[in-house]
């Protein structure tokens, strides 16, 4: 950390701080200053740090930026705008690699928790269709479409065709409102109510239709949207 790195008191430098107090020391703001490891000539690592923050609204802003979103900021180039996309991708690696394959997704939680990282931050909607087994393990994730499921991208045949290649057992659909509110629109109602019915006759229940919202989620089954 070079660039004004005189104007950081020694003992407020990230790098001093955190040998000698460690990680848990350290705000958010500091451990990115340490990634960065240099500011600018007028901007140094902690204040760039701060820009960073500011531009993504907080560390858990990065999985949804963009290398060219980190690029507009004054003094972040191609290799630390990709650094800083890299932690985003790091962060939701690591949050799915709490939930094994084997895992049963038989709570709205449990699969809101699995999903949240991976859809939260995207720009469209994203509708999935979770095959499960008869102990509600994952057998099959299949994307049904991207874009909003008031389109036709939504069919009941189409879930009921895929249920039948991959011998599901229940099914869960599951998809994300980019606005981050993730009650139902009376279109999401409305299909998942198609759906429901086509599950019935063909004896492949449909368990749950989960949304995903920015932190947040709604469950039709929870709401009793269901029976």
Partial sequence: MSERISDIPDTERPFEKFKTSGLD?????????????????????????????????????????????????????????????????????????????????????VIADKY??????????????????????????????IGSVNRTILSPREVMVNAMRYEAVNLVLLHNHPSGDPNPSEDDIAITERIRRSGEIVNIPLCDHVIIGDKAYYSFADAGLLQ
Avoid: W, Y
Wanted: contains cysteine; proline residues 3%; glycine residues 8%.
């Fill in 116 to 145: 949240m990282e991976d859809l939260r931050h995207l720009k469209e909607e994203h509708i999935l269709l979770l095959l499960l087994d008869s102990k509600f393990r994952l057998n099959k994730e299949v994307t049904l479409g």
């Fill in 25 to 109: 020391a350290l705000s958010d703001k500091e451990l990115l200053a340490l990634i960065l490891r240099s500011g600018t000539k007028d901007c140094n690592c902690l204040e760039l740090a701060g820009k960073v923050l500011d531009k993504a609204n907080g560390i858990t802003g990065f999985p949804g930026s963009s290398v060219e979103d980190f690029k507009r900021i004054s003094g972040i180039g191609e290799v630390k705008a990709s650094q800083i996309v890299c932690i985003g991708e790091l962060a939701r690696r690591i949050a799915k690699t709490r939930h094994p394959q084997s895992e049963p997704l038989n709570t709205a939680s």
